[in-house]
C-alpha cells in the first residue's frame, strides 16, 4: 500500500518545514522501517536517531501522528487506523498520510534529533544512583527479598526515550520543573531498600515545584509511556510518602493536601472561605500570604463569585467514610 510520510524537517535557528515522501509499505512494517528506508532510497539528509529496532535502546522516541512514541514499536498499520480520530479525511481514494515530528520541549538540533541535555542534567538533579554512604559495607554485597525487589520492577523498566518529558504539561510552562522521567527513577531510589538517603530525598523532591509538588497531574506521560512505567503515578507514591511524614505547618504544598482532605471530610466539599485562609494564610500565621489573597478575594466578592456561607454536602457521611476507608487501606 501507498503511504505518504509527512515528516516535520527543521535545521538550527530555520523554521520547521514538512517535506513529504512517498512510500510503498505492508501495514506491518513499523516508523522506523520506514524513515530507514526514506533515508536509504530517498534522502540520506534525513536526521532521525535508532538503534537496537526493538523497544530497548529508547533512541528512536519521536512524535508520531501527534503523540510521542518510539518509531520502533508503532507501525503502519495501527497508525492509520488511529489518524481518521484525528479528524483527518479517511476517504478509500486518498493515499494515507503519517505525520512524524520531533520530541517536543526539547530544542531541535536536525529534523528528528533533539538537544537531550535539559533531560539528562534534570535526571541528574535527583540523584538517581542508590546511596549506601554512612553504612556498613556487608562482607558479599547489599541484599534483597525478592519482595523487595519487586517494588523497582516498574520503574526499572524506564528506557530513557524521553516521550513523557516531550509530552509534559508542567515541564512545558515551568523550566525549574525535573520532569516525569527523572521523579520516576526519583520514586525508584525512594523505594529501594537498599538506599539510606531517603529523608534527604524527600527534602529535595518536595522543593518548591521543581519536584514532585509541579506536577499538574495531566496524565499524559502515563498515556505514552511505551513501558508502562506511569510516571504520574510514581510521582503520586512519592507525594504520598511526603505527605505521610510531613506536618502541615511544612509547606503551603502540603497544606493544599491535607487541608483539601480536612475540609472534604468535615463539609462533604471544600469550604473555599477555610481553604483560602488555611493554605495561603496558615491559619493566619502567614500575614503576608494573606495579603497575597485580599485582591482576589475582593474580587471574587465584586462578581460575586465569593461564597459567603458554607453549606454542607447532603453526602457528608457517605464521603468521609470512603476518605477514611482509603486512609485507612493506605495505612496499611
Ligand atoms: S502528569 Fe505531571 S509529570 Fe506527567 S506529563 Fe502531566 S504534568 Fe508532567
Ligand atoms: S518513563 Fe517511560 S516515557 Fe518516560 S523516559 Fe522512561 S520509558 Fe520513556
Ligand atoms: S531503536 Fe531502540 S527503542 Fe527504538
Not at 531541535?108 to 533531560?119: E, Q
Not at 525512594?190 to 515545584?209: C, P, Q
Request: with cysteine; aromatic share 6%.
Amino acid at each position: 500500500m501507498e503511504v505518504i510520510f509527512k515528516v516535520i524537517r527543521q535545521r538550527p535557528n530555520s523554521s520547521p518545514e514538512v517535506q513529504n515522501y512517498l512510500l510503498d509499505v505492508e501495514a506491518g512494517n513499523t516508523i522506523l522501517d520506514c524513515l530507514n528506508r526514506i533515508k536509504w532510497e530517498q534522502d540520506g539528509t534525513l536526521a532521525f536517531r535508532k538503534n537496537c529496532r526493538n523497544t530497548i535502546c529508547g533512541s528512536c522516541a519521536m512524535r508520531i501522528n501527534g503523540r510521542s512514541a518510539l518509531a520502533c514499536k508503532e507501525n503502519v498499520g495501527s497508525e492509520i487506523a488511529f489518524k481518521p480520530q484525528l479528524g483527518s479525511a479517511n476517504r478509500a481514494e486518498e493515499i494515507p498520510e503519517i505525520i512524524i515530528a520531533p520530541l517536543g520541549n526539547m530544542p531541535v538540533i536536525k529534523d528528528l534529533v533533539v538537544d537531550m541535555s535539559s533531560f539528562w542534567d534534570n535526571l541528574e538533579a535527583v540523584s538517581p544512583y542508590v546511596s549506601t554512604a554512612g553504612r556498613q559495607i556487608p562482607e558479599r554485597e547489599f541484599l534483597q527479598t525478592p519482595e523487595e525487589r519487586s517494588q523497582l520492577d516498574q520503574t526499572g523498566n524506564c528506557i530513557m526515550c524521553g516521550a513523557c518529558y516531550s509530552e509534559c504539561n508542567a515541564r512545558e510552562v515551568n523550566a525549574n520543573f525535573v520532569g516525569p522521567h527523572a521523579l520516576a527513577k526519583a520514586y525508584r531510589m525512594v523505594a529501594d531498600s537498599r538506599d539510606n538517603n531517603t529523608e534527604n530525598r524527600i527534602e529535595e523532591y518536595s522543593e518548591g515545584t521543581k519536584g514532585v509538588w509541579g506536577c499538574t497531574r495531566c496524565y499524559y506521560c502515563n498515556s505514552v509511556c511505551p513501558m508502562d512505567v506511569a510516571p504520574m503515578d510514581r510521582i503520586t507514591e512519592i507525594k504520598q510518602e511526603i505527605l505521610s511524614r510531613k506536618e502541615k505547618s511544612d509547606s503551603r504544598s502540603i497544606r493544599h493536601r491535607k487541608v483539601l482532605i480536612d475540609l472534604v471530610k468535615e463539609g462533604g466539599w471544600i469550604d473555599e472561605r477555610k481553604f483560602g485562609l488555611q493554605v495561603v494564610g496558615n491559619y493566619f500565621k502567614d500575614i503576608r500570604g494573606l495579603l497575597g489573597i485580599v485582591p482576589l478575594g475582593l474580587r471574587m466578592l465584586t462578581h460575586g463569585k465569593f461564597p459567603l456561607k458554607f453549606e454542607p454536602s447532603q453526602g457528608t457521611p457517605e464521603v468521609r467514610s470512603l476518605i477514611e476507608a482509603v486512609q485507612k487501606e493506605e495505612g496499611k
